[in-house]
T-cell receptor, first 110, second 116 residues
């Protein structure tokens, strides 16, 4: 069974603080995707990382794929209330099936 | 920007009834998927579909489930005899034509299925 462990499960911070969300596995993934999901809606893609060690930036969000392609992180700089939401990581291995983490609920207080 | 669409947004049905959930994938995509998310739980893979046949399915996808691409645009998930435990959000997704596992999957907004 392929598992993606996501941590922390819940994060509550003040506006302007930095934070990091982690996604770890004992399995190697061909790619890893980060999504954001609002209540009652579908996951919306933030980024896909493919190469071990890859770093991608999306404004204040920085995504990193581990060298061994078993882990990934999402770092948010100077968090804003608009960043509040559920963040999901999902890894692809054999075939195209995605394995999802349990998600990190982020709350940014103003 | 192209997007995956799903109908209906909410489906309420009685236990034992058949339901069909509909999806229109992104038009140039060739791989199609169904996932489900039970309230408070992880998003789980159900099935992937390519070239008019199932390419992979999970243990959840038993004989009560079937998928079909009835025409050039729609992709459907049928549950033959719904059970209470089928209540969940069902998400359709699609990805591009390279066939590599690095293809990004784009998700629809979901159908909330409630089985009474």
């Amino acid at each position: 069974t392929q598992l993606l462990e996501q941590s922390p499960q819940f994060l509550s911070i003040q506006e302007g603080e930095n934070l990091t969300v982690y996604c770890n596995s004992s399995s190697v993934f061909s790619s890893l995707q980060w999504y954001r999901q609002e209540p009652g809606e579908g996951p919306v893609l933030l980024v896909t990382v493919v190469t071990g060690g890859e770093v991608k930036k999306l404004k204040r969000l920085t995504f990193q794929f581990g060298d061994a392609r078993k882990d990934s992180s999402l770092h948010i700089t100077a968090a804003q209330p608009g960043d509040t939401g559920l963040y999901l990581c999902a890894g692809a291995r054999w075939g195209n099936k995605l394995v999802f983490g349990a998600g990190t609920i982020l709350r940014v207080k103003s | 920007e192209p997007e995956v669409t799903q109908t209906p947004s909410h489906q309420v049905t009685q236990m034992g009834q058949e339901v069909i959930l509909r999806c229109v994938p992104i038009s140039n995509h060739l791989y199609f998927y169904w996932y489900r998310q039970i309230l408070g739980q992880k998003v789980e893979f159900l099935v992937s579909f390519y070239n008019n046949e199932i390419s992979e399915k999970s243990e959840i996808f038993d004989d009560q489930f079937s998928v079909e691409r009835p025409d050039g645009s729609n992709f459907t998930l049928k549950i033959r005899s719904t059970k209470l435990e089928d209540s969940a959000m069902y998400f359709c997704a699609s990805s591009g034509d390279s066939g590599a596992s690095t293809d990004t999957q784009y998700f629809g907004p979901g159908t909330r299925l409630t089985v009474l």
